[in-house]
């Protein structure tokens, strides 16, 4: 993957190559000012067959996910008894053994990010010959 600052300017900027997908939203003034973020731009996804880069506000660092690091990827859901919330998030395991919780920060229970980036991933493997 290209710089993640490099990716997070060209998609704010555009165009974006046509295997990028690009998921933004506004940040509201009233939840920008409560949460000292109303000065930061917008959030920003960005999911490319190389990973994916998220930019939430510049109080978090951004989030950074490289598919050539992985080995496995799965899709997970959860719901209570008590509620008919679902929440989704994607099990990554890491060539180092390691195995992390993603889902987006912005865009939680998004299910087309979850489906982009699972695509995503999909296309990176067969790209590189371990589909």
């Keep these: 993957m290209t710089d993640p600052r490099t990716v997070l300017w060209q998609a704010r900027k555009g165009p974006v190559p046509q295997d990028w997908r690009v998921f933004t939203k506004k940040r509201g003034r009233l939840s920008g000012f409560f949460h000292g973020t109303s000065d930061d731009p917008d959030p920003l996804l960005v999911i490319t ?9 510049e109080a978090k660092p951004l989030a950074i996910v490289l598919f050539g690091d992985l080995t ?4 997970r859901v959860s719901t209570t008894d008590s509620s008919s919330l679902v929440s989704t998030w994607l099990d990554l395991r890491h060539r180092n053994g390691n195995k992390t919780r993603w889902s987006s920060v912005g865009f939680t229970n998004h299910l ?7 695509e995503s991933y999909g296309a990176h493997k067969a790209l590189r010959g371990h589909g």
Excluded: C, H, N, R
Aim: negative net charge; hydrophobic residues 45%.
């Design 49 to 57: 067959t190389g990973g994916s880069v998220e930019y939430v506000s």
């Design 72 to 75: 496995e990827v799965k899709l």
């Design 112 to 118: 087309d990010v979850i489906q982009a980036f699972l």
